[in-house]
């Protein structure tokens, strides 16, 4: 019997499978249509970054909340590429400093830890990506966000303090981050200043 997580990584990764494959034929017609001149204007480009955008959050998506195999790795051309496109139509972007090859499920850990950090940063900004060096802590997520928002129940959920809170659907991450980070025996710790939240797990 599958885990009730491991079963929702399944189902996300069927749906953004099953996704992704339209949206990439579409972004190709729309390039061929450009490249021949046939449709310009605005309503071109607005079909065009719509596309671009829908793109760029199902890769991002299936990285979070999709199956982590056994021994993926991930580059950090990837994870950059991902990032940098999901930034292009988002007041949030991205400073990613950490090197080399990741494991894949460490990266879908550090997706949803920037899910978190997002849902409360109602002005956007920049969100800080570093490796931590700190005994059993292998990442640091930060960014100008505010405790408060958008429940304060919900970083309770993310500190293991909370297991009966009602998870809404957008905020399902809250719900999803602990539960792999306690699949491997560790936790997650939040430093909370007046204008910033950091996750370190």
């Known amino acids: 019997m599958q885990t009730t997580h491991l079963l929702a990584s399944l189902i996300g990764s069927r749906i953004c499978h099953d996704l992704i494959s339209p949206v990439g034929a579409i972004q190709n017609g729309l390039e061929l249509l450009s490249l021949e001149g046939a449709v310009r204007g605005p309503e071109m480009m ?4 719509s596309v671009s955008a829908a793109s760029a959050k199902i890769r991002f998506m299936r990285i979070a909340f ?30 990613w400093t950490p090197t ?4 894949r499920g460490q990266i879908q850990e550090v997706f949803l830890a920037l899910l978190c950090i997002e849902s409360a940063m109602p002005h956007g900004g920049v969100i800080s990506v570093t490796r931590a060096d700190l005994p059993g802590k292998t990442w640091e ?13 919900l970083w309770e959920v993310i500190r293991g303090r909370a297991d009966g809170t009602a998870i809404a659907p957008a905020h399902v991450q809250f719900a999803l981050l602990p539960a792999l980070v306690a699949e491997r025996h560790q936790s997650i710790d939040l430093l909370v200043t007046e204008d910033s939240l950091t996750l370190r797990f």
Do not use: N, W
């Not at 199956?67 to 972007?93: F, H, N, P, W, Y």
């Not at 997520?141 to 129940?153: C, F, K």
């Open 46 to 49: 607005l079909i065009s970054d």
């Open 100 to 103: 080399g090859d990741f494991d």
């Open 141 to 153: 997520v930060s960014g100008p966000a505010l405790a408060a928002r958008p429940d304060p129940q």
């Open 66 to 95: 999709g199956m982590a195999g056994q021994g993926q790795k991930i580059g950090r051309a990837e994870v950059a590429s991902v990032l940098d496109d999901l930034s292009q139509s988002s007041r949030i972007t991205y400073d």
